[in-house]
């Protein structure tokens, strides 16, 4: 099943494309195999950031953003670092799996198993909280 929701946010991700106006952007790469994320935020008046982002890479990458979209568009900055932390703890195994916290995210789970593939996962989110974070500055 979870391979299931990989392909699925691999094949059709949700929320991919750039804005033209953003509070901050951040482009970051894993050198190991060269995924790479351009990611935008874009600090809502009540304090939720929007999410835009664009990408390349293996199909663990692509859907982890995907499923970060899902998972944390217009959220605020504190629901989004939950997310990001308890995700980096899950593929530490630190953690059980909470759906409630990160959704889709749970399929990310198997990932643990391959150590090489971690930043892969961890990319999309590690540029959301980077990018998050420089708005969070700015207002």
């Not at 929320?15 to 990611?39: F, M, R, S």
């Not at 008046?45 to 663990?60: A, E």
Request: hydrophobic letters at 40%; aromatic letters at 6%; a negative charge.
């Amino acid at each position: 099943m979870y391979q299931e929701i990989i392909l699925d946010h691999y094949k059709h991700p949700h929320g991919k494309g750039l804005a033209d106006h953003v509070d901050a952007q951040v482009h970051h790469v894993n050198p190991t195999c060269g995924d790479e994320i351009t990611l935008q935020v874009t600090k809502n008046d009540d304090g939720t950031f929007k999410v835009t982002y664009d990408n390349q890479g293996c199909s663990i990458s692509q859907a982890s953003a995907s499923i970060l979209f899902d998972q944390i568009d217009n959220a605020d900055l504190a629901t989004g670092t939950k997310a990001v932390d308890h995700l980096v703890a899950m593929l530490q195994r630190e953690v059980e799996p909470d759906e409630d916290i990160l959704g889709d995210g749970i399929a990310l789970v198997g990932v643990a198993q391959y150590p090489a593939r971690v930043k892969c996962a961890l990319l999309s989110w590690m540029a959301w909280k980077d990018a998050a974070i420089q708005a969070n500055g700015k207002g």
